[in-house]
Nanobody, 119 residues
């Protein structure tokens, strides 16, 4: 059974930075980060392949960076220049089976970590 555990969320002011971490048990996968606000669908943020290929949503490109440490089976999301519209619960995902930008394509999910950006 694969388990994903996120950490690093919090409350920050606009313009600040946060770094999210996700530790995975078991196999190594292509991994992703999604975010969700109440009443909306889970939204793609970023994904990274086993070899380190990174993909980003247009809304975060240039501000967020995804990377991974395969030895620790951990993926990170460095979030800079945060905006109030980045406020959401951020979820780590793994076990890609299709379109990396679709939440339906991942088999495993973490419990989520709240990120709140005040203006």
């Amino acid at each position: 059974q694969v388990q994903l555990v996120e950490s690093g969320g919090g409350l920050v002011q606009a313009g600040a930075s946060l770094r999210l971490s996700c530790v995975a048990s078991g196999r190594r996968f292509t991994m992703g980060w999604f975010r969700q606000v109440p009443g909306k669908e889970r939204e793609f943020v970023a994904a990274i392949t086993l070899s380190g290929g990174a993909y980003y949503a247009d809304s975060v490109k240039g501000r967020f960076t995804i990377d991974r440490d395969n030895a620790k089976n951990t993926v990170y999301l460095q979030m800079n220049s945060l905006k109030p519209e980045d406020t959401a619960v951020y979820y780590c995902s793994a076990g890609l089976t299709g379109d990396r930008r679709s939440s339906r394509s991942y088999n495993y999910w973490g419990q989520g970590t709240q990120v709140t950006v005040s203006s």
